[in-house]
């Protein structure tokens, strides 16, 4: 058997010393012609092992460079450096492949998240990211915990669909027609979409809601964890063209109760990251903490990240109405004093990031639930609030807002009542036999229901304090860009 390797994590975390073993990865450095520092991504601590001088064949330690994958066993014994219990005593070192030190892009040093971004193949290989990815995954594995813990059901959405519905953004195309021009047309010039491969024209999913509502129909407790794509031309450090959500929909919950799911969930989330990623997460802070040392003073957030982890599970999410907060916003300095690029003037405007940032970072520093939106700048799915002022429909709406990050989840109450529905759906100009299968939940067992969809890569920055949304996802996808 070739694999009989212990893993670096377990290695270092044992006792006693004085056994045989064998370890597999990736040096990281190697000094003095005897000393390596060897990872093989169970943690970012590496483990030292010792080439004793004159034991090995020079032309063996020549190979010894950063970034070569070698096999080593010895013995286990206690350490005399500092800063590691263990080390391991070489007898034997076998290479399984080199690296060239001239060509390998990863020196040991600092290297800036920019140039990483473009070596995504290789920067997994550095203690910042396979940190952030080891969180991400702690972060995966949580959710599904959480939703499996209380019964929910996870379901596969589809990721090709026909229905253009949401209007949540723009939408990838999803063709097998031929690009050249010679695609068939109809009688007006318009392409031909009954003869492309679904017989219809399709796009790449934004979101899988709507048909996570048909599965809450029948299982009650549903959600979904998968990609979503939007085509939106944002050069942000909050947006990605192809981003992972959680979209839970629950039968038989009110806005309240989805907005305490949506607390408990984040909260349970970023606790199980902090019992099970110590480590990484004090490495994270670290690293933030240097970060923040660049910026100015007025910049620099008032919390590390491990106190605003804790801070965040430990304290209530501030809930208020989408009115109230139009109220501290156009009573704020900020807006008087002309601050804001986008100035708060009249009730029904959408909210700007800035404004959403300000209520969270600097008014309530905590995270925001806002509710109650007006209908014009929400979807048609969101139930229609009773007894509004004249002139100003709501809907059941939530939106999470969290601080250095702005909306990380966006939730409603649904509308059960099909007339409302229908009403609201040629308001807006949705064809309602596109989505008669939506439309069938409604008439068959209808229930009142809600659900939110989390962006995945979003609550791994939160954690993680990540600063942009590329560096949490290993290949990010972004306009002019989809290397690897
Ligand atoms: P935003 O206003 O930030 O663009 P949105 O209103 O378009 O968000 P929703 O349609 O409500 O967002 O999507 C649900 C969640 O998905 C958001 O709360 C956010 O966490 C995440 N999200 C939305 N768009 C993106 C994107 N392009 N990249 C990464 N995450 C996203
Ligand atoms: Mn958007």
Known sequence: MFNKRIKIKELLASEEANYEATVMGWVRTF????FIALNDGSTNNNIQIVAELGKFDEALLKRLTTGACIKATGEV???????????????????????DAEKFPLQPKKHSLEFLREIAHLRFRTNTFSAVFRVRHALAFAIHKFFNDKGFVYLHTPIITASDAE??????????LPLDGNAPKNDDGSINFAADFFGRSTNLTVSGQLEGELAAMAFSDIYTFGPTFRAENSNTTRHLAEFWMIEPEVAFNDLEDNMNLAEAFIKYVIK?????????????????????????????????????????????????????AIEILRESNHNKKKKFQYLVDKWGVDLQSEHERYLVEKHFKKPVILTDYPAEIKAFYM?????????????AAMDILAPGIGEIVGGSQREERIDKLLKRMEEMHIPAEELWWYLDTRKFGACPHAGFGLGFERLVQFVTGMGNIRDVIPFPRYPKSAEF
Do not use: W
């Open 31 to 34: 000094r003095n012609n005897q």
């Open 77 to 99: 014994i206690a350490s005399l450096g500092k800063g590691q219990k263990v080390e391991l005593k070489a007898t034997e070192i076998e290479i399984l492949g080199d690296s």
């Open 167 to 176: 209007g949540a953004g723009e939408m990838f195309k999803v063709t097998t």
């Open 272 to 324: 199980h990251a902090m019992e099970h990623n110590k480590e990484d997460l004090e490495f994270l802070a670290q690293r933030l903490e240097e970060e923040e040392k660049q910026k100015p003073q007025q910049d620099r957030s008032e919390l590390g990240l491990i106190d605003k982890l804790n801070f965040v599970v430990e304290n209530d999410f501030q809930r208020l109405t989408y009115t109230e």
């Open 383 to 395: 139930r229609q609030n009773d007894n509004c002022e004249p002139g100003r429909q709501t809907v």
